[in-house]
């Protein structure tokens, strides 16, 4: 999933769950963040303090990196949750849509719900969560389950995709069979182009165990967000049993079903603006708000408001270490990475059977 999902929808289905906005966009804000974050390392600061901070995105081309333990450690506890279904640990690491390890994952967040860093967890959690519903099917290891022949869309088969590229990139895909590009591109749905996270995508393709696969993404994604309001629900009320709790109103549900199925703009970002537009009009049943802006890197940033630093290259600068870093978002944001991922890979998957990190 992408930003209009990740940020947009999750803020409302946070609000409609019954969050105060405020703390709907440090929610929806975490959960998108999962995306951003991609400077790894120690912090050093000024007087010598630091603090550890974890990458839960790659940069340049994601799926491109070849770096497996690497992937483990960022993949598959944030973007591809394995199920811990099957034998072997390919069949293992597999993510599938609402698990009975993503409602697991679920619960533990819920349980830290008094927790100094219990909003950015729920974020993060929820990041999870809903990519369960756009990256079934696929892993974050290197894995013959990333295969992907014979991709076509109904809206749009592969040629017409590359089409829509640049010429540079299409000269440069032309060139690549599916084969050469599932070897280059083994981990998650990279394969799989954009696809697994367009709201509105049908489409198929041929995996590795030479099954055709048939994706209808808009009900999976429309689940993803009923869910979500009842995870929020949940965590408000402080219960672990999220499943039981109401989803979202069938006139929310309904507008949310046209929004993702209509807001077709290959530009994510645009696609959030137009998710904002919608809410600030009283699109979306019980809500006729400003859905803040979202600003991932730079002036305005977690990382700036809290460090003053700028660049995401920032080995060479030092900033105080202050009170207020210490109740910033930045900080509490990589700390409930760090949470996320220590109950994820070293409590939850080895009691399911599963050991990748």
Known sequence: MNIDFHYGVVYIAARTAGMPAAQAVTVAHACQYIDDATTAGILRFAGGETFERFATAHKMFDYANTENDQNRLVWAPFHFLPAGEGATL?????????????????????????????????????????????????????????????????????????ARLTSASKHLIERIEEDVLTAALPVGHGAALHYPDQPWAKWTYIDGR??????????????????????????????????????????????????????QDLDDNRRLLNICDLVKAGGIPGLKESIPAYVPKGSGSWKHLATGLLADDDSGDKPAWTDAFEKSDYRLFHDAVKEHRFVTTQEILPFYGLRIA
């Not at 209808?216 to 009842?230: I, K």
């Not at 006139?251 to 199925?261: F, H, I, M, Q, R």
């Open 90 to 162: 390919e069949e293992k690491a597999v993510c599938r849509a609402d698990s009975t390890v993503a409602r697991e994952v679920v619960r533990r967040a819920i349980r830290q719900r008094n927790a100094q860093t219990c909003l950015h967890r729920l974020g993060v959690t929820l990041h999870t969560y809903v990519d369960t519903w756009a990256h079934q099917g696929f892993s974050g290891i290197e894995s013959l389950w990333n295969r992907v022949r014979l991709l076509e869309s109904q809206d749009c088969t592969r040629k017409g995709w590359l």
């Open 210 to 263: 030479h099954e055709l696969i048939e994706r209808d993404n808009l009900p999976a994604f429309v689940t993803a967000a009923d869910m979500s309001c009842r995870v929020v629900r949940a965590y408000l009320a402080g219960r672990e049993d999220f499943e039981t709790q109401a989803g979202l109103p069938t006139n929310v549900k309904d507008a949310l079903t046209d929004l993702l199925g209509t807001n």
